[in-house]
């Protein structure tokens, strides 16, 4: 039921960040008197889901979702049409229209994306809020896995800044070390302060590695509200409602230094203490190969830590919006820039519908989902504005070139561009869903 919760999110936001797209280059070359012969969502090999002809426009859908395209009178795109452009030049085609008209047609879909990323943005801050974890509120310090062992933290470290700079929101340390390829991390531990050095071989692995590697430290509060299907706690006996307390006979201040407890008896059977009611009651516990209980707890219940919250009226919520927009397409242009870096083997982690999938919750939040769709819709215009024959920005380059030189590239360079390019770009979602695949089965 997640993975398909997941895939009509993925599927939903998709479908609404493609139209909007595309409605920006259909809309330009309206603007500017240009057929446009086909309007679609997904792309439709051989046949379509639906379509329906309004005046001169074909709608419909597709039914591969890898996209969309809007069928501009003239233009060698997806389509291909090279038919059509061995006729002479008709005043409504895309050909025949001046350079600067051709651009704006081009970026059209781009401008589109970012507008819908910015009012999307404006909408979910004036309709939430915003809330974080400020750094300094995480009292109780830090849990850190493997990855951020080698790093060199420890449990219960405090952050204190990142090459030297403090990062106000807790949950952003993580994306500021890798998005600023940061060298150093400054901690306080005990009544120490620790400077600790990020060599590139640990910085690799931090951009591979499951979240979280930092987490904020709760106490031990640990106050059962589910069963998980396979359920040592549930088999031995406890009950909803049930609060462990021991452990082996050991009391805990945190919640890790009890999960690192049980899993020293992983496959072995241990005594664990819990408070029914106002009875105290011990269970002989058969631990499983996860080293779990197989329950949970309520979160909010056993952290105390205190959250910050931002309200935006109406008028705030817009440049707030704007701010959220450009500020996560700079850290998304920084992550894009880690890809080509041999060092951080940052191109291992590139991912395709599978990975983008999982970003989505596995229960529908709205929050949640328009605020990764705004994120996409960004992923979206940056990738389309890349001087990558076959993509928008390919056009926009051949476009600047004839403004720029007063010579318009030939038709025959620009149908061997396009295939070239679509042939990249087929190569780049193959290489990004084949590593989907292989992780699948060696994670």
Same mark, same amino acid.
Request: contains cysteine; proline residues 4%; hydrophobic residues 45%.
């Given at each position: 039921?997640?993975?398909?919760?997941?895939?009509?999110?993925?599927?939903?936001?998709?479908?609404?960040?493609?139209?909007?797209?595309?409605?920006?280059?259909? =809309?330009?070359?309206?603007?500017?008197?240009?057929?446009?012969?086909?309007?679609?969502?997904?792309?439709?090999?051989?046949?379509?889901?639906?379509?329906?002809?309004?005046?001169?426009?074909?709608?419909?859908?597709?039914?591969?979702?890898?996209?969309?395209?809007?069928?501009?009178?003239?233009?060698?795109?997806?389509?291909?049409?090279?038919?059509?452009?061995?006729?002479?030049?008709?005043?409504?085609?895309?050909?025949?229209?001046?350079?600067?008209?051709?651009?704006?047609?081009?970026?059209?879909? @781009?401008?589109?994306?970012?507008?819908?990323?910015?009012?999307?943005?404006?909408?979910?801050?004036?309709?939430?809020?915003?809330?974080?974890?400020?750094?300094?509120?995480?009292?109780?310090?830090?849990?850190?896995?493997?990855?951020?062992?080698?790093?060199?933290?420890?449990?219960?470290?405090?952050?204190?800044?990142?090459?030297?700079?403090?990062? *106000?929101?807790?949950?952003?340390?993580?994306?500021?070390?890798?998005?600023?390829?940061?060298?150093?991390?400054?901690?306080?531990?005990?009544?120490?302060?620790?400077?600790?050095?990020?060599?590139?071989?640990?910085?690799?692995?931090?951009?591979?590695?499951?979240?979280?590697? =930092?987490?904020?430290? =709760?106490?031990?509060?640990?106050?059962?509200?589910?069963?998980?299907?396979?359920?040592?706690?549930?088999?031995?006996?406890?009950?909803?409602?049930?609060?462990?307390?021991?452990?082996?006979?050991?009391?805990?201040?945190?919640?890790?230094?009890?999960?690192?407890?049980?899993?020293?008896?992983?496959?072995?059977? %241990?005594?664990?203490? @819990?408070?029914?009611?106002?009875?105290?009651?011990?269970?002989?516990?058969? !631990?499983?190969?996860?080293?779990?209980?197989? %329950?949970?707890? *309520?979160?909010?219940?056993?952290?105390?830590?205190?959250?910050?919250?931002?309200?935006?009226?109406?008028?705030?919520?817009?440049?707030?919006?704007?701010?959220?927009?450009?500020?996560?397409?700079?850290?998304?242009?920084?992550?894009?820039?880690?890809?080509?870096?041999?060092?951080?083997?940052?191109?291992?982690?590139?991912?395709?519908?599978?990975?983008?999938?999982? !970003?989505?919750?596995?229960?529908?939040?709205?929050?949640?989902?328009?605020?990764?769709?705004?994120?996409?819709?960004?992923?979206?215009?940056?990738?389309?504005?890349?001087? !990558?024959?076959?993509?928008?920005?390919?056009?926009?380059?051949? %476009?600047?070139?004839?403004? !720029?030189?007063?010579?318009?590239?030939?038709?025959?360079?620009?149908?061997?561009?396009?295939?070239?390019?679509? =042939?990249?770009?087929?190569?780049? @979602?193959?290489?990004?869903?084949?590593?989907? %695949?292989?992780?699948?089965?060696?994670?």
């Amino acid at each position: 039921m997640t993975v398909l919760i997941q895939a009509l999110q993925l599927i939903l936001s998709l479908s609404i960040l493609v139209i909007v797209h595309e409605f920006g280059h259909f =809309i330009f070359a309206k603007l500017f008197k240009c057929r446009v012969e086909k309007f679609y969502l997904f792309f439709n090999p051989w046949f379509s889901l639906f379509k329906k002809k309004i005046g001169e426009t074909e709608y419909g859908v597709g039914w591969l979702p890898l996209g969309g395209y809007v069928k501009i009178a003239g233009m060698i795109d997806e389509s291909m049409d090279k038919d059509q452009m061995k006729q002479p030049a008709e005043p409504w085609e895309f050909r025949s229209k001046p350079a600067w008209q051709r651009l704006f047609i081009m970026v059209g879909g @781009v401008f589109f994306n970012f507008v819908l990323a910015i009012l999307i943005y404006s909408a979910v801050l004036f309709t939430w809020g915003e809330q974080y974890l400020p750094t300094e509120n995480a009292k109780h310090g830090i849990v850190v896995n493997e990855i951020g062992e080698k790093i060199g933290l420890q449990n219960g470290d405090m952050i204190l800044s990142v090459d030297g700079n403090e990062v *106000d929101d807790f949950n952003r340390i993580v994306p500021t070390i890798i998005l600023d390829q940061a060298s150093s991390i400054q901690v306080q531990r005990d009544s120490q302060i620790i400077n600790l050095p990020i060599s590139t071989e640990v910085f690799a692995e931090l951009i591979k590695a499951k979240p979280p590697v =930092i987490a904020a430290r =709760i106490p031990f509060v640990m106050k059962i509200v589910s069963f998980a299907k396979v359920s040592p706690a549930r088999d031995a006996g406890f009950e909803l409602g049930d609060e462990v307390i021991k452990l082996n006979g050991k009391e805990f201040a945190y919640y890790d230094e009890f999960t690192a407890e049980l899993k020293k008896h992983k496959e072995k059977s %241990v005594p664990v203490t @819990v408070l029914r009611d106002s009875d105290t009651l011990n269970y002989m516990v058969r !631990i499983g190969e996860s080293g779990m209980l197989g %329950v949970s707890f *309520d979160y909010n219940v056993a952290s105390d830590l205190e959250l910050a919250t931002i309200n935006y009226g109406l008028l705030e919520s817009v440049p707030a919006g704007i701010n959220k927009g450009v500020s996560t397409s700079g850290n998304y242009l920084k992550q894009f820039k880690l890809i080509f870096n041999p060092d951080t083997k940052a191109y291992e982690s590139l991912g395709g519908f599978i990975s983008i999938g999982k !970003i989505f919750p596995g229960r529908w939040n709205w929050y949640a989902f328009w605020n990764m769709s705004a994120f996409l819709s960004i992923i979206l215009a940056i990738m389309n504005i890349l001087p !990558i024959p076959a993509l928008d920005g390919g056009h926009v380059m051949m %476009v600047l070139w004839e403004l !720029i030189t007063r010579r318009k590239p030939s038709e025959k360079f620009l149908e061997y561009a396009q295939t070239i390019g679509m =042939i990249l770009l087929l190569a780049l @979602v193959l290489m990004a869903n084949l590593n989907d %695949v292989i992780r699948l089965f060696t994670n």
